[in-house]
């Protein structure tokens, strides 16, 4: 089993900044695709970022210039630095990975998401 542990986090004022993690633990072979998405209250869950095995990245318009995903392929985790937060940035944060695990001579690819981390930005 591969599991998700996010952090990172919080309230902030708006012009500030938060960084959340996400550490993907379990008999990986390798991870694909890592990105963080977003739900608002009301809302449907958007993506917010990505990053890919080979370092390419992809942004919602929204954050473009103000965050940026990065990852760390030895831990296995995921980054998301957030910086000149804004109000609608408010959001529950959930963490997805694709990660390739063998199992019995055979690779199987999951997706798997983490329980989800609170932002809360304040005017």
Do not use: H
Request: hydrophobic share 35%; proline share 2%; with cysteine.
């Amino acid at each position: 089993q591969v599991q998700l542990v996010e952090s990172g986090g919080g309230l902030v004022q708006a012009g500030g900044s938060l960084r959340l993690s996400c550490a993907a633990s379990g008999s990986i072979s390798s991870i694909n695709g890592m990105g963080w998405y977003r739900q608002a209250p009301g809302k449907q869950r958007e993506l917010v970022a990505a990053i890919f095995s080979g370092g390419s990245t992809n942004y919602a318009d929204s954050v473009k210039g103000r965050f940026t995903i990065s990852r760390d392929n030895a831990k296995n985790t995921v980054y998301l630095q957030m910086n000149s937060l804004k109000p609608e940035d408010t959001a529950v944060y959930y963490c997805k990975a694709d990660p390739v695990i063998a199992v019995d001579g055979s690779y199987r690819y999951l997706v798997v998401w983490g329980q989800g981390t609170l932002v809360t930005v304040s005017s």
